[in-house]
T-cell receptor, first 113, second 115 residues
């Protein structure tokens, strides 16, 4: 059974800092990995999707990497802004059931002024 | 990107009543939708996979008679929490596979509070 862990559970950084969020998974036989953002009491917004054959994806100030063999992914946020404050979730898609995602417990990020 | 609309965003009901939550794909057809449940400060747990025109597939431990799912069209799936009890209070989120079949797009969620 796939298990997804995110560290740290919570993070507070001053505005402008670069930061890294970590995601690890136990079963390396994955189809893809997706990073989401969730604002309090809201749904999820997809940030980046990495296929199992890819090493990284970039969108604006966000960069996500994937090391399938070691069961790890990182989300790098450059020049953080207060608007980046949210919970970030990584989710792993299993092989054969690409849309059946296993979610991590998330990292609650607060970017302070 | 694709838009998934979920309604209502918040509902408060009395114990014993039933509550229906709607999930619509607004600008694409979704043959498959997913229903998740999220407890405070916890991750999302997949409850069931909703398939258009056929029965939903429930995850282990999820009562299908408790959580009725109907996916009658390519753009609408509904989750009905029957005879709700306080322990059913939770945040429910639906998602649909996007038109390109890769990303999942999520609704804005429904906060259910059962008194």
């Amino acid at each position: 059974k796939q298990e997804v862990t995110q560290i740290p559970a919570a993070l507070s950084v001053p505005e402008g800092e670069n930061l890294v969020l970590n995601c690890s998974f136990t079963d390396s036989a994955i189809y893809n990995l997706q990073w989401f953002r969730q604002d309090p009491g809201k749904g999820l917004t997809s940030l980046l999707l990495i296929q199992s054959s890819q090493r990284e994806q970039t969108s604006g100030r966000l960069n996500a990497s994937l090391d399938k063999s070691s069961g790890r992914s990182t989300l790098y946020i450059a020049a953080s802004q207060p608007g980046d404050s949210a919970t970030y979730l990584c989710a792993v898609g299993g092989t054969g059931t690409a849309s059946k995602l296993t979610f991590g417990t998330g990292t609650r990020l607060q970017v302070t002024l | 990107g694709a838009v998934v609309s979920q309604h209502p965003s918040r509902v408060i009901c009395k114990s014993g009543t039933s509550v229906k939550i709607e999930c619509r794909s607004l600008d694409f057809q979704a043959t498959t939708m997913f229903w998740y449940r999220q407890f405070p400060k916890k991750s999302l747990m997949l409850m069931a996979t909703s398939n258009e025109g056929s029965k939903a597939t429930y995850e282990q431990g999820v009562e299908k008679d408790k959580f009725l799912i109907n996916h009658a069209s390519l753009t609408l799936s509904t989750l009905t929490v029957t005879s709700a009890h306080p322990e059913d209070s939770s945040f429910y989120i639906c998602s649909a596979r996007g038109p390109l079949g890769e990303k999942l797009f999520f609704g804005s969620g429904t906060q259910l509070s059962v008194l």
